[in-house]
């Protein structure tokens, strides 16, 4: 089945660590989407990449980095993760731009707790 | 820089009853996505919609685009309880491959 994993769904971490997040697809897809969503609101973009080997900084990418070495993967690092309440982390891909249809799919999300 | 308004943000309608939750946008745009979100799930692709007059129906929602005003709609026929959940609008930019979402629409459908 074609599709995008996120792993874990749950992640605990204290205060001040490094925590990365997974995310791959089987899509075959070029472009890949990092999003934050806080409780009871909309998706903020936190990272994208149109093409491996490059990815370009969203609207809150401070305090987050991403790698694209492989089509598949576009693993995120929370950098010394501050305590907020959760949030909910969403991977998502699409054909990649000039493709005509920029049609997001969402992997099934990743909900990081900061204690 | 592109932006998207959803209204209502929260709607509250009884089951049987019809609605419609609007999307604008601020720039010129001829493709747009909606999305549903159940609670403590993921995004789920609703409508693809692609060119001006497009209209798309699946069920009890249907979906159209209007390029030259900006706007979309979401209506709901005949609302069940099942539709209750956050719809998401989403416009294609000029900013590569990124979309820009709209707020969400927090629908609750009451028996």
């Known amino acids: 089945d074609g599709g995008i994993t996120q792993s874990p769904k749950y992640l605990f971490r204290k205060e001040g660590q490094n925590v990365t997040l997974s995310c791959e697809q089987n899509?075959?897809?070029?472009?890949m989407y990092w999003y934050r969503q806080d409780p009871g609101q909309g998706l903020r973009l936190i990272y994208y990449s149109q093409i491996v080997n490059d990815f370009q900084k969203g609207d809150i990418a401070e305090g987050y980095s991403v790698s694209r070495e492989k089509k598949e993967s576009f693993p995120l690092t929370v950098t010394s993760a501050q305590k907020n309440p959760p949030a909910f982390y969403l991977c998502?891909?699409?054909?990649?731009w000039g493709q005509g249809n920029n049609e997001q799919f969402f992997g099934p999300g990743t909900r990081l707790t900061v204690l | 820089e592109l932006k998207v308004e959803q209204n209502p943000l929260f709607l509250s309608m009884q089951e049987g009853k019809n609605y419609t939750i609007y999307c604008n946008y601020s720039t010129t745009s001829d493709r747009l996505y909606w999305y549903r979100q159940d609670p403590g799930k993921s995004l789920e692709s609703l409508f693809v919609l692609l060119s001006n007059g497009a209209v798309k129906q699946e069920g009890r929602l249907m979906a159209s685009l209007d390029t030259k005003a900006r706007l979309s709609t979401l209506h709901i026929t005949a609302a069940v309880h099942d539709l209750s959940a956050t719809y998401f609008c989403a416009v294609d930019g000029t900013s590569g491959s990124r979309l820009t979402f709209g707020e969400g629409t927090q629908l609750t459908v009451n028996p």
């Open positions: 998502a891909s699409s054909l990649g």
């Open positions: 899509l075959n897809h070029d472009a």
